[in-house]
């Protein structure tokens, strides 16, 4: 969006969503971008990307094995899974996993911009943990695996699409995975013939 120092503009944002190697492998990605112009977000960034160990491990950095242990140990209670690991262990094994499946094949990464885009599309992919997902988010229409029971499988959760959390997640993860050459500013019809 063009940029006239309006005080609306505050309200546009720009997020980070990555179509996961299993949203690809399944031929979903036309799908997922379709949900997203639907809404009228703007694509400002496309690209297709093969992760490697050291952009995997910088976007799912180490320091979420805790938070990861704690998720799975709390699925698992939910299933009725009983185990003698501790979150550490839990958590290393799921981060391990995390990483393993990031790398396994291409992903298709993209910035998009609009009102409340970080909120929006988070809204629109649902919870983390897709069997938790409700119909008409893209996790609960297209996944429906439990990230315990991943974890509990030794893979990384197949939940189909990662999305910024915040909007300073949302700056740092764009820098991570585009350079700014590969962000374009350009006017949608809507944006030049509606206003």
């Not at 063009?2 to 299993?22: C, M, N, Q, W, Y």
């Not at 939910?78 to 990483?99: F, H, N, S, V, Y």
């Not at 599309?121 to 649902?126: A, I, N, P």
């Not at 699409?161 to 962000?183: C, D, Q, T, V």
């Amino acid at each position: 969006m063009a940029k006239d120092g309006s005080e609306h503009e505050k309200f546009i944002e720009r997020t980070l969503v990555l179509i996961k190697p299993d949203g690809v492998q399944r031929g979903l990605v036309g799908k997922i971008i379709e949900r997203f112009e639907n809404v009228g977000l703007k694509i400002v960034g496309l690209k297709m990307i093969q992760a490697d160990r050291e952009l995997a491990t910088k976007h799912y950095p180490p320091q979420m094995k805790d938070i990861m242990g704690e998720k799975t140990l709390n699925d698992w209670k939910e299933m009725g899974i009983a185990t003698k690991l501790d979150k550490a262990k839990i958590g290393q094994k799921a981060w391990e996993d995390l990483i393993s499946f990031a790398t396994e094949s291409p992903m298709v990464a993209m910035v998009l911009e609009g009102v409340h885009a970080v909120e929006i599309v988070r809204k629109m992919c649902g919870p983390t943990s897709p069997h938790k997902a409700p119909p008409g988010t893209i996790r609960g229409d297209f996944s429906h695996i439990s990230m315990g029971y991943a974890s509990l499988r030794g893979f990384g959760g197949r939940n189909i699409i990662h999305a910024s959390g915040s909007r300073n997640e949302a700056e740092a993860e764009i820098m991570l995975w585009f350079k700014p050459s590969e962000i374009y500013n350009y006017q949608t019809v809507w944006e030049k013939h509606l206003r």
